[in-house]
């Protein structure tokens, strides 16, 4: 199943998923470090690295929403998209729960119940990335029906666009 949403042929979620996933990773990382006595400053930059990984957490939500309601119903497929976008929803829910008590909290740094919410959230994100992977890797959805070892080029025009073209 070909991606619905797509930047120069290359599917647009997939592009956006690396950012929040990285920003949210590390910010659990620099909580535990400033936790067990690391500079000051890393409770701060993780709340950052929080407040960008949801930003870009929903703007890659946004985007696979366009795969999700592509795939047919009845699949194997739809279930696991529809588990690994639950998870993700669980993964945004947690992170903004932490997010909003530390919005304005004297100090930006997270204790240990925060610590271990954001634990939970990675694990999630986890098991998360897995099912996308699955999704991708195992189930072809969001990859090109030409893909292969030798496709043409994705900036190729395929014969759909072709077709459009030619009716102009």
């Given at each position: 199943m070909e991606s619905r949403l797509k930047v120069l042929g290359h599917p647009v979620h997939p592009m956006?998923?690396?950012?929040p996933v990285a920003l949210l990773v590390t910010a659990?990382?620099?909580?535990?470090?400033?936790?067990?006595?690391?500079?000051?400053?890393?409770?701060?930059?993780?709340?950052?690295?929080i407040t960008v990984g949801l930003v870009g957490g929903l703007l890659a939500a946004a985007a696979g929403s366009f795969d999700l309601l592509a795939i047919p119903?009845?699949?194997?497929?739809k279930?696991?998209?529809?588990?690994h976008a639950g998870a993700n929803v669980a993964v945004?829910?947690?992170f903004v729960a932490?997010?909003?008590?530390?919005?304005?909290?004297?100090?930006?740094?997270?204790?240990?119940?925060?610590?271990?919410?954001?634990?939970?959230?990675?694990a999630i994100l986890g098991i998360s990335a897995w099912l996308g992977g699955e999704l991708v890797d195992r189930l072809g959805v969001g990859v090109d029906r030409d893909a292969?070892?030798?496709?043409?080029?994705?900036?190729?025009?395929?014969?759909?666009?072709?077709r459009i073209g030619d009716a102009r």
């Open positions: 956006l998923v690396m950012f659990v990382l620099f909580d535990i470090v400033d936790t067990v006595g690391g500079p000051d400053f890393l409770g701060e930059v993780a709340y950052w690295n119903t009845g699949t194997r497929a279930r696991v998209a529809l588990l945004i829910l947690l932490v997010w909003a008590v530390r919005l304005n909290a004297d100090s930006r740094a997270a204790g240990g119940s925060l610590i271990a919410i954001e634990v939970v959230a990675v292969g070892l030798d496709a043409p080029s994705s900036l190729r025009p395929t014969t759909a666009t072709q």
